[in-house]
Nanobody, 122 residues
Framework: QVQLAESGGGSVQAGGSLTLSCAVS??????????MNWFRQTPGKERERVAS???????TYADSVKGRFSISRNNAQKTLYLYMNNLKPDDTAMYYC??????????????WGQGTQVTVSS
């Protein structure tokens, strides 16, 4: 059973930074074999894909985070990261790590983490 475990969320003032991590309990090829994503969701809104990383495809970001967030992965450590800079109150949300289906689109998610809360105060 694959598990995705997010960490690194917390409370920060606007303009601050946070780094989210997602540890994957699977084999070493898991991260490199598929698209990996960060999503976020606030109550009453649809889940939004924030960033995606996949071998052979350009890394993608939501327009709202371009230039401020950066996604990366360490395949040997089986960890996905989201570096968040210049945070804004609108970034407040539950952030989820998500692994897509092998060979599928990034939006075709197979596994979800439990989420980590990010709260940005003005």
């Amino acid at each position: 059973q694959v598990q995705l475990a997010e960490s690194g969320g917390g409370s920060v003032q606007a303009g601050g930074s946070l780094t989210l991590s997602c540890a994957v309990s699977s084999d070493l090829k898991f991260l490199s074999s598929r698209c990996m994503n960060w999503f976020r969701q606030t109550p009453g809104k649809e889940r939004e894909r924030v960033a995606s990383i996949d071998s052979g495809r350009p890394t993608t970001y939501a327009d709202s985070v371009k230039g401020r967030f950066s996604i990366s992965r360490n395949n040997a450590q089986k960890t996905l990261y989201l570096y968040m800079n210049n945070l804004k109150p609108d970034d407040t949300a539950m952030y989820y790590c998500a692994a897509s289906r092998v060979g599928g689109d990034c939006s075709d998610v197979d596994y979800w983490g439990q989420g980590t809360q990010v709260t940005v105060s003005s």
